[in-house]
């Protein structure tokens, strides 16, 4: 976990540049305007929460900064250089935990450390690491386990640990924990800002839960339905940790949610 | 541990293969066939314990088992590779899939007279019945197996970091792996398949050489029993070697539950 001390004082930095982005779909029969064209900056150490309805296009832009599609217009920079391919410099952490269920736990890890050149030929130090992100997410007893015997907390857990051993530049997160009940959910929520706290992990997640983008979010950005756009930006000003069950929070969700009803005859989130 | 329940299906298994030889015996003695047709299983294992007795037996099954070993492991090389071909690439796969699929209802005794014309009676030719037998099941079970990836770990793979050339030997083998061993348990049976009924004709050592001799010198203990040797290496190999590993592999990734 080196190299991820607090950011020295000064104004945090731009981390990764939006400008101009959109996203086409064409098929044979159909053109779909998916998103934008939009501008976004997000800033060195910030949690970053695209909110909107399902289908505006928020997942979308997620897969275009992690490079798993190009833009159709516009660019995508991350610390001055220009997204073209994925790669752990923009770690995906998806909806479902992925693991690979041939390795067990610890190989989950260090897998993504395999391929980091300060890794290579250095399998003692890529355990290390694996091992110190295992404790901080408390399960440093299970690193032999393999991915089937866990539970589906500890599974997301893993995937969290795998996510953030190569100490990505931006961690990006595909609608976290959705398929997990409401108290591992908590628990979750509480991990990830304890890392955010610890780490000042730059974070872009997804998600269609207000309260969940107003626990999380420094920056809550709102969509609109397709083609997505920003519709507008809130600030968070909430000390961390945050539960989801403050009132505080609920205050923000009811803003964020405001933000989306004046909106005409679109499909609410669920 | 063996539950109670498992060993009662050991036990109603031993009792149905005891039922089976009680049949045949009770058969053998109703004398509705003549003797030299049909032996009782005692004659059986009477000829198999003199083939065993000096060896022969022995040597013979070592003669078979060396060549599918041999066949078979180029049949297995040659078969992934193809297949993983054929799963990543849609053209190869489209090309090849029919191919294959037509090559496989092929019975595996129709590539022996071809080898024949273009081995002789060289031992080459054994290996090469092996491997056409087999080489298609594999590639199409391995490219069925990779096409069926679930993309989550392609792209799980991809955003940790893995580089194009990584990904076969670091993400589609392994997640392809369960329906690999399928593939490979399959090929296996035809290759085994293909081995005896080369060496009926083309061999002057193993099972199906035994076989065929048999039926020459009208020796029907030894055709029958030799066949029941030949059932019982391929049941043998398929349950217990990769019968074993293709559970085991298969509670490893979740597919199925440890009971």
């Given amino acids: 976990m080196e190299g991820q001390a607090p950011q020295p004082n000064g104004p945090p930095t731009t981390k990764l540049g939006i400008t101009n982005v959109s996203k086409i779909f064409q098929s044979a029969n159909q053109t779909v305007e998916a998103l934008g064209p939009l501008d976004l900056e997000v800033k060195e150490g910030e949690c970053v929460i695209f909110f909107g309805p399902s289908g505006c296009g928020k997942s979308t832009l997620l897969n275009l900064i992690a490079g798993f599609e190009a833009p159709s217009s516009g660019e995508i920079v991350l610390e001055g250089k220009p997204v073209t391919k994925p790669g752990s410099d923009r770690l995906m952490l998806f909806q479902e935990h992925g693991l690979f269920p041939w390795l067990n736990v610890i190989r989950n890890v260090t897998f993504g450390l395999r391929n980091e050149r300060r890794f290579r030929f250095r399998p003692r130090k890529r355990r290390e690491v694996a091992r110190s992100w295992l404790k901080l997410m408390h399960l440093e007893e299970f690193e ?29 997160i595909d609608e976290p924990f959705p398929a997990l009940d409401a108290l591992v959910r908590a628990k979750l929520y509480g991990d990830l800002q304890e890392i955010l706290v610890r780490t000042r992990k730059t974070i872009i997640s997804v998600t269609h839960d207000p309260r969940e983008a107003a626990c999380l979010g420094d920056r809550v950005v709102v969509f ?34 405001g933000e989306l009803e004046g909106q005409p005859d679109e499909k609410q989130p669920s | 541990m063996k539950s109670n329940q498992a060993k009662r299906a050991v036990f109603d298994v031993l009792l149905f293969y005891v039922l089976i030889f009680a049949v045949w015996q009770a058969l053998f003695s109703a004398g509705l066939i003549p003797e030299y047709l049909f032996p009782s299983p005692a004659q059986v294992g009477k000829r198999l314990w003199e083939l065993a007795a000096d060896g022969y037996l022995l040597h013979n099954v070592k003669a078979t088992l060396e060549r599918m070993a ?62 056409l037998s087999s080489v298609p099941a594999m590639a199409i079970a391995t490219s069925t197996g990779i096409l069926h990836i679930p993309p989550l770990y392609l792209r799980a793979a991809q955003t940790l970091g893995t580089r194009w050339y990584a990904m076969p030997a670091c993400v589609i083998l392994p997640a392809a792996l369960p329906a690999i061993i399928t593939g490979l348990k399959l090929g296996w049976t035809f290759g085994w398949h293909g081995c005896v009924s080369a060496e009926l004709i083309k061999s002057i050592s193993g099972l199906g050489f035994l076989l065929s001799m048999g039926r020459e010198v009208n020796d029907a203990p030894q055709v029958i029993g030799i066949m029941v040797v030949t059932i019982l290496f391929g049941l043998l190999l398929d349950r217990f070697l990769f019968g074993i590993i293709e559970q ?8 199925e539950q440890n009971e």
């Fill in chain 2, 248 to 255: 085991r592999i298969r509670i490893r990734w979740g597919l």
């Fill in chain 2, 70 to 131: 041999v066949g078979f492991s180029i049949a297995a090389a040659i078969g992934l590779a193809i297949g993983l071909l054929m799963g990543t690439s849609r053209i190869v796969n489209s090309c090849l899939k029919s191919l294959f699929l037509g090559l496989q209802t092929l019975p595996t005794a129709a590539w022996v007279p071809i080898s024949l014309l273009i081995f002789g009676l060289s031992v080459h030719g054994i290996y090469f019945v092996i491997i």
């Fill in chain 1, 144 to 172: 032999k386990a393999l991915v089937h015997e866990l539970s589906g907390g500890m599974k997301q857990r893993v995937a969290l640990a795998r996510a953030l051993a190569p100490d990505p530049k931006v961690l990006l």
């Fill in chain 1, 224 to 257: 609109t339905p397709r083609p997505g756009k920003i519709k507008k930006e809130i600030q968070v000003d909430l000390p961390r940790p945050r539960d989801i069950n403050d009132p505080k929070v609920a205050e923000y969700a009811t803003q964020i949610m």
